[in-house]
Structure formats: C-alpha cells, structure tokens
C-alpha cells in the first residue's frame, strides 16, 4: 500500500515538473480581455437557458460570471492550500516523495491565486462599472478550516475535479469563448489534475485514521460545507443579478429579473458543487469510505442544489 501510495505520488511530481507553466509567459501573454468574447462557455453559464436575453445580454452574463469565477477560485484556493500544508506535516519525517508533492502543489495553488487575481483585474479594466465582491478569502477559509480535515479533503477534491470538468466544457463550448479564458482553463486543469490525484490519496489517508464515530461527525462537517459554499454561491447571484440588471437597464421586479436571479444561483450550483459531486470519480471515492446511510444523507443535502430549475422558471415569463 505504501509503496503503491509512493509510486503515485512520484507520478505527480513528475507531471506537476513536466507541465509546469508561467502565468505571465504561458498564460496571460500580453492579452486583455475584449467584450466581443464569452467567458464562460455556455455548458457552464447555462446563459442560453435565459432565451429572453439578447445575444449581447448572454454574453454579457458569461462575463459576469467569468469575473465571478476569477472570484470565487481565490477564495478555494485559499483554504485548499492551507489545508494542504498541514497535511503535509504528516510526511515532514515519512515519505518524502509525498512531501514533495504536497510542496509543489501547495505552489502551484500559490501561483493560481496570483492567476485568477491578475483575471479578476484584467476583467474590470474593460468591464462597465459596478461590479462587486465582497467575500473575504480568509473570512472562507476560517470557517472552512473549522471542520474536520476528511470533511475539508473531500470538499477540495470535489473543487479539484470539477476544475476538470470545468475545461472539458471549454473545449466543447470553445465557439466564441475568449483565447484567454479558454487557456486559463487549459492551464488551469494541467496543474489540477495532479491535484485531484493528491487529494484523493491525503482524503483515504485521513479516512484511515477515523472511528466510525468521527466518520459520520465528518459526513455532518461535510453537509454543513456544502451548505456553507451554496450559502456564498447566493450571496454572489445576488450580486451578480444586481450588477447584471443595472447594467443592463432591466427592472429588478419581475418575473425576468426573478429568472436572472434563479439562472445565476442555478450556474453557479453547477459549475461550484454539482459538476463535482456527479463526477464518478468523487462518487467512486465517496461511496467506498462511507455507509449506505451517510451517502443517503449527503444526497438528501444535494438534492434540492441538483433540481433547481430556472429553465422552467424563464418558460414561464416567455
Ligand atoms: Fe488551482
Ligand atoms: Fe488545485
């Protein structure tokens, strides 16, 4: 087990050595951002779901979400590295090759909050006025860190993976999707993978040291996650639908704002929970450490984040 724990994570180094990247030689080049592009694509902005919008006012809301995902990964990211270095001091005198790996990703995560910050800049240098986020990286990661680590690695490995998923849509929705966004995700995901790789191997080590007392308070740590990330996930629709409007000149009453509303919190569910948690390799993981009942309590806390459902919502004011 041990050696096979090893061999894997000398497969990370060699990757995360390999595919190593420069922000600023690899990724940004020189670019800015031109309004004529999406974001996001539409997979994951589900901005085509808004069928009452304009051309313009879809791309526009990819944009809006595409500065808003720039946002949000620095608040993950965070949390993701502090919570990686920790474990890592179970290695400190172990395996020094899982030392090096957690180094490196601790690094390379590093590096992406310098990424997304300089794409948060570069998005408000060309986008209207009035934009707002408000949520504080260290305000996230407090409270994230105030949970059991088990709960905290499965929470990452979901974000980990979902970043996967997140450039898989970008190849398939890659018409009119902005040459910058669309490396940000290439470049983004290289790293990433080795990341999820990482996180599922410190999750089964961690799940090894559990009662079944402690695995089920962390099964409750991990719900209370969950719900702690869609409670942001609100808060940042709300915002966003705001800025969005106003912009835009539409009324905040009515059933369309309503909809811009419920399309926002709807997007960003999927694209920040749902888009990881369906992937079978989360399930996969999930589903070999935990009982039948703990999986049954986590869907229960899913659901309702699965089966929004905006798109009804838009047919009904069209
Ligand atoms: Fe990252
Ligand atoms: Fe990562």
Same mark, same amino acid.
């Given at each position: 087990?041990? &050696? !096979?724990? !090893? *061999?894997?994570?000398? /497969?990370?180094?060699? *990757? &995360?050595k390999r595919i190593r990247w420069d922000i600023d030689r690899d990724v940004i080049r020189g670019r800015s951002f031109d309004l004529t592009h999406n974001f996001l694509p539409d997979e994951l902005s589900l901005a085509h779901e808004l069928d009452f919008l304009s051309a313009d006012q879809q791309r526009f809301m990819s944009q809006v979400q595409g500065r808003t995902y720039a946002n949000i990964f620095g608040l993950v990211e965070r949390f993701i590295n502090a919570k990686m270095l920790e474990? &890592? /001091?179970d290695h400190w005198f172990g395996d020094q090759v899982a030392l090096e790996a957690l180094i490196r990703f601790s690094d390379e995560?590093? %590096?992406?909050q310098? +990424?997304?910050? /300089?794409?948060? /800049? @570069?998005?408000?240098e060309r986008m209207p006025e009035g934009y707002r986020f408000d949520i504080q990286p260290n305000d996230v990661a407090h409270f994230v860190l105030g949970k059991s680590t088990w709960a905290v690695l499965a929470l990452t490995c979901d974000i980990e993976l979902f970043t996967q998923a997140h450039y898989r849509a970008s190849i398939a929705g890659a018409e009119? +999707? &902005?040459? @910058?966004y669309?490396?940000?995700? +290439?470049?983004?995901? %290289?790293?990433e993978s080795q990341h999820a790789i990482l996180d599922e191997l410190e999750w089964q080590r961690e799940d090894a040291k559990l009662s079944a !007392?402690?695995?089920d308070a962390a099964v409750d740590d991990l719900i209370a996650l969950v719900g702690g990330v869609d409670g942001i996930l609100q808060t940042q629709a709300q915002a966003d639908a705001r800025y969005f409007l106003d912009t835009i000149g539409m009324a905040p009453e009515g059933a369309r704002a309503a909809a811009v509303r419920a399309g926002l919190l709807k997007a960003y569910r999927w694209q920040y929970i749902v888009s990881g948690v369906s992937d079978p390799r989360f399930q996969k993981v999930l589903s070999g450490m935990i009982t039948e009942a703990q999986l049954q309590r986590i869907q229960q806390a899913l659901t309702p984040l699965m089966h929004a459902a905006p798109a009804r919502q838009a047919e009904m004011v069209a």
């Open positions: 087990m041990q &050696s !096979t724990d !090893t *061999a894997r994570y000398a /497969r990370c180094i060699e *990757a &995360s474990v &890592s /001091r995560e590093i %590096k992406h310098e +990424l997304f910050r /300089r794409i948060e /800049r @570069l998005a408000g009119g +999707l &902005s040459d @910058l669309k490396d940000v995700f +290439l470049f983004h995901w %290289k790293e !007392t402690e695995r």
